[in-house]
């Protein structure tokens, strides 16, 4: 018995260290200081941009859905990864502590195709004063096929002057503050999201789902939105979100 015990061991020894089967996706590797950054090659990249007091679900319910993107077969899936002007730990308005995979003031970020503004403590303030931080968001408007945010993100987007000829929203109960400090903006109300032209601005909160689920479906189609979704225990019928959408 206690040979054959051995036996077995040493199967599942060499059993476990064997190599997996499937081919690994090729990814090219961006060397920053601190972290090294994989990127799959021929995806969608696609940038979160963070700081302190970011709020967690305008973060992760996008991220879930673009990150979830790479388990589904024949589309061009996405790169998700997180900028930030540190590389040092970035703590969330709840308390969650998140690591920048970019500093987008020193690194030589991948070109970026879809920026994801969440939004911040301070997006009504003191952030939008950070003109480092602005630039870096009108320099990505200048080539990224969309400009997204969530909630006061929106705040982020005006602020940097790329919303000037284009439809909005933000969080709801911050839409009179979002009027009074942008008076030359188009800005509504009551609905999940608006998209005009490269730009999707959300209200925030349970809908940053709905929005980002509509860039899916304007990029993969609605058999991969309903299947992002469906693995997120979504129900998601694009036809039924209140939204506006401005055809140019």
Not at 9 to 33: D, E, G, N, W
Not at 169 to 188: A, C, N, Q, V, W
Request: with cysteine.
């Amino acid at each position: 018995m206690k040979n054959y015990l051995l036996s077995l061991i040493a199967l599942f020894a060499i059993v476990s260290c064997q190599s997996p089967t499937t081919t690994p996706t090729p990814t090219s590797a961006i060397t920053v200081p601190q972290r090294t950054v994989k990127l799959a090659k021929d995806r969608y990249n696609v940038a979160f941009l963070i700081m302190d007091g970011v709020y967690n679900t305008e973060l992760t319910a996008p991220y879930d859905i673009f990150q979830h993107t790479i388990f589904r077969d024949s589309i061009k899936a996405m790169n998700t990864f997180l900028v930030a002007n540190t590389l040092n730990p970035i703590t969330s308005f709840e308390g969650i502590r998140l690591l920048p995979d970019f500093n987008y003031l020193k690194d030589n970020l991948p070109q970026i195709d879809i920026l994801v503004v969440p939004s911040a403590e301070h997006h009504l303030d003191t952030d939008l004063e950070d003109e480092a931080m602005l630039n870096f968001v009108r320099k990505v408007d200048k080539t990224a096929k969309y400009m997204t945010s969530h909630c006061d993100g929106a705040f982020v987007l005006a602020k940097a002057g790329i919303l000037d000829n284009s439809v909005s929203t933000t969080f709801p109960s911050d839409i009179g503050k979002y009027k009074e400090m942008f008076p030359h903006l188009d800005i509504r109300s009551d609905v999940f999201f608006v998209h005009d032209g490269k730009y999707i601005t959300s209200a925030g909160g349970a809908k940053s789902f709905e929005a980002t689920l509509y860039v899916a479906e304007i990029m993969y189609g609605k058999k991969i939105a309903q299947s992002l979704a469906a693995g997120l225990v979504i129900d998601w019928q694009m036809e039924e979100v209140p939204k506006i959408v401005i055809e140019k």
